[in-house]
């Protein structure tokens, strides 16, 4: 069964840090395009960051220089790690994974496999 189960969200206040996990199973992992993406009440879902399959990694401008995408093959495990947090970044997190490159990884219609999303909320 391919599946997506992220965890590691939470309330936490302005300038704060969160670490989000997924952890995959039922896919070849090692070889996807692994990528987060987030949604706010009302908004459309938003690519955050994706990450190749041999690690090189890439942002939305909005959280660049402030998250870190990695991912562990061996263990199956994709993380993002959030720092300096602001209310803008409030929104439900989706790891999302597609099986070929991370080319056009902001297009969201490109991943076949998606979590269940994790909330993630900043407050002032």
């Known amino acids: 069964q391919v599946q997506l189960v992220e965890s590691g969200g939470g309330s936490v206040q302005v300038g704060g840090s969160l670490t989000l996990s997924c952890v995959a199973s039922?896919?070849?992992?090692?070889?996807?395009?692994m990528a987060w993406f987030r949604q706010a009440p009302g908004q459309e879902r938003l690519a955050v960051a994706a990450?190749?399959?041999?690690?090189?990694?890439m942002y939305s401008e909005p959280v660049k220089g402030r998250f870190t995408i990695s991912r562990d093959n061996a263990k199956n495990i994709l993380n993002l790690k959030m720092n300096d947090l602001k209310p803008d970044d409030t929104a439900m997190y989706y790891c999302?994974?597609?099986?070929?490159?991370?080319?056009?990884?902001?297009?969201?219609?490109?991943?076949?496999?998606w979590g269940q999303g994790t909330q993630v909320t900043v407050s002032s």
């Open positions: 990450i190749e399959a041999g690690g090189s990694t």
């Open positions: 039922g896919f070849t992992y090692s070889r996807a395009c």
């Open positions: 999302a994974a597609k099986n070929d490159a991370c080319n056009v990884w902001t297009w969201r219609h490109k991943y076949n496999t």
